[in-house]
């Protein structure tokens, strides 16, 4: 399995944007996997921030980004986005694209396969 994330970048406190992840699966299809999006901030732990089971029935969110980020997958193309609104500072972070086979706790879930990482800074 392969991730490749992109729509990174540079917004303003209030601004939005979507990041997308493509993902390259053999052997398995890919609604087989959960994905996800983790984050991590200069000098701070990595931390979930969403997930969505293989079939899309689940959808977990962060305290910290419920109500303003939005997760979601096409099976038929091998993509899940993350839809971000009303981006604060305190989201600037490298994201990363996550995938695990089946279903679960998606919070708890130990994500055998990840993305480089894309980046987004929110300015004040």
């Known amino acids: 399995v392969q991730l490749v994330e992109s729509g990174g970048g540079l917004v303003q406190a209030g601004g939005s944007l979507r990041l997308s992840c493509s993902c390259a699966v053999s052997g398995r299809p890919f609604s087989d996997y959960s994905m996800g999006w983790f984050r991590q901030a200069p000098g701070r732990e990595r931390e979930f921030v969403t997930g969505i089971s293989a079939g899309g029935g689940d959808i977990y969110y962060a305290d910290s980004v419920k109500g303003r980020f939005t997760v979601s997958r096409d099976n038929a193309k091998n993509t899940v986005h993350l839809e971000m609104n009303s981006l604060k500072p305190e989201d600037t972070a490298v994201y990363f694209c996550?995938?695990?086979?089946?279903?679960?706790?998606?919070?708890?879930?130990?994500?055998?396969?990840w993305g480089q990482g894309t980046q987004v800074t929110v300015s004040s």
């Open positions: 996550v995938a695990v086979y089946g279903s679960g706790n998606l919070p708890q879930a130990v994500y055998d396969y």
